[in-house]
């Protein structure tokens, strides 16, 4: 079969559209078939130059061609924010791979295309978004799952592009990573296949058709952290420059990002953003039946601040 006979399946992802040669689980299928990002599978081809930077599973070239290799099995060239070369072990599940292409490998490729990919999870309450950032283990998508379980829309999870002109953010994928305790516990069942690693109690719960592809304002980015010490949550609104070092601080791929001279984007971004949108920290009890009163002071949040807007 020739290059040109090849199945060709066409995605929409933060309003750009993706054309692969391969079925792609969790994205949402588009009408469209002039691809903004193209995604191929081959082996890669060892380079003979020495990487100008490497950082977090790394290498940057003079090219600006980026190399990411995780030890799961999973290799990839990105180029010049429209090519992913995927080079994937057989062993490795569809949700390893989906976790890997649209985890660091698309990071990196919105980097080149001069987006800013922010490190959390967005979810749309009364038609305006809230965007959870936290570090590993702070619960974004478990409380993110949490509102979505109130009947609350899921915009993305891992990453979500704010347009620090408009504050606006286009979908991302309708399937969330949570440990398996979470999904439990909120009602969702994981099966073995939707497993992201062999040994590794993370998911993807698939929560079918996305009910828009429009793009949402953004509300109220909530930084979220975990207090073992406290009883209940506590919220502390951010001054310009707090929200802005805070946002800077929840960029994905943040080290390697600054070690390949994104840095300067990284604060343009961050200060116009915290600009706009104001930015909370939230220091919560690690306590998961803390939750509910959690997801019910966001929405008093979102509509005090619709409020204050009219």
Known sequence: MSEADLPRFFYSLY????????????????????????????????????????????????????RFTSELGFAAAISSGRLITVDVASHLSEAGLHAALFGPAMGWLLFQRGLVPLHGCGVEIAGRLVAIVGHSGAGKSTLGRALVARGHRLVGDDQLIVDPVTAHVPSGMNAMRLWQDSAHRLGDTVSEGARIASGYDKYYVDLGSPSSMDSSPLELVLALGCDPSRDRPHYVSLNRQQATVMLCTHVYQRHAAYAAGYAPAVLEWSAQVAVKVPVIALDRPNNFEALTGICEDIERLVAGQQSAAR
């Open 15 to 66: 309003g750009l559209v993706i054309c692969c040669e391969r079925p792609l689980a969790f994205l949402p299928s588009s009408a469209a078939t002039s691809p903004d990002i193209t995604i191929e599978f081959a082996a890669l081809e060892d380079r003979q130059d020495t990487p100008l930077v490497v950082a977090d599973k790394f290498s940057v070239f003079a090219d600006m061609e980026a």
